[in-house]
């Protein structure tokens, strides 16, 4: 099933509460028609640093079993603290769970508390772009082939032969978050989806046509990765993460419907939302997000 214009739409559930309060969130979700729900995967996050947040991937797991067909997704696993050799066993684990309905999003990483909490060393932006790909092409191969037997600067996989391995069948789909060139050829050879949520690392909310030019030179760029990569750009699927750089696209009904009918013109195919929350970030009317649903995504009602 796809929403009005052919796009499909998504939510980001915060893993903000415990899971007797989450698990109806994952539940409305599902039964109003969001065609993926996400949740964010770190160890600490910026204005969460000092309150609760649980992992993603017990989340996902309780998440596959609470919901029935809408598709669960990490935004975004990175190098971080993710390595691929675990992370490949944890994705395939809880996509058998969730029988076959899992997105595994992928970034490079930021600067910030997932980056030095371990006491990693410290990284320039090439050698962030260098671990991103060698980490990517790992967790492919580990999800694809299963038997990895090699060291690099970046990453040991000493004989690593991962059962179940999705070779049995099509790997389970990536949405590579990236702003620049290197990112972005990363998602024309892997990605189901490319990820942006407009200008990068940007979380001072603008009206839609104020970022649009962004957007609009992004999409050129990645097209260009699709053609350097031989892929057709038209089979990469293109999300919109709004409420960070991207603001108001649920303030009201209405400005939700303009912001689908804006960034479907630009060949955009998926538009995420956040669950709207009492208080910043993401602070909003959680009936915006229903309303819309139950509109034009066809579900039943959020307390279904």
Not at 207 to 228: D, S
């Amino acid at each position: 099933m796809t929403g009005r214009d052919g796009m499909r739409f998504g939510v980001v559930v915060l893993p903000e509460h415990e899971w007797t309060v989450a698990e109806h969130r994952w539940r409305a979700a599902d039964h109003l028609g969001f065609h993926h729900a996400w949740t964010y995967d770190h160890l600490m996050w910026r204005w969460f640093a000092d309150r609760r947040w649980y992992g993603s991937i017990p989340t996902l797991t309780a998440a596959a079993a609470a919901t029935d067909t809408i598709g669960l997704g990490l935004l975004v696993a990175t190098p971080n603290f993710r390595h691929p050799v675990a992370l490949a066993k944890d994705l395939a684990t809880v996509d058998d769970i969730a029988r076959g309905r899992l997105i595994c999003g992928l970034g490079a990483g930021a600067p910030g508390h997932d980056a030095t909490l371990l006491g990693q060393p410290e990284l320039d932006p090439r050698e962030r772009a260098d671990r991103f790909t060698s980490f990517v092409d790992l967790l492919d191969r580990l999800l694809v082939v299963g038997d990895v037997d090699e060291a690099s600067r970046w990453y040991t996989a000493a004989k690593a032969t991962l059962h179940p391995r999705a070779g049995q069948g099509e790997r389970l789909p990536f949405a590579v978050a990236a702003a620049g060139p290197r990112g972005m050829d990363l998602a024309a050879r892997f990605g189901r989806y490319w990820v942006t949520s407009g200008p990068p690392n940007d979380f001072t909310p603008k009206p839609l046509r104020e970022v649009l030019p962004v957007l609009k030179r992004q999409q050129a760029a990645v097209n260009a990765a699709c053609e350097r990569a031989g892929r057709d750009p038209a089979t990469l699927r293109r999300l919109l993460l709004a409420d960070a750089a991207v603001g108001g696209v649920t303030t009201s009904l209405t400005a939700y419907e303009d912001a689908v009918a804006e960034l479907s013109a630009a060949g955009f195919t998926d538009l995420v939302v956040h669950w709207p929350r009492p208080d910043q970030p993401y602070q909003g009317d959680e009936q915006v997000v229903i309303d819309f649903a139950e509109k034009h995504l066809g579900g039943g009602h959020a307390s279904d």
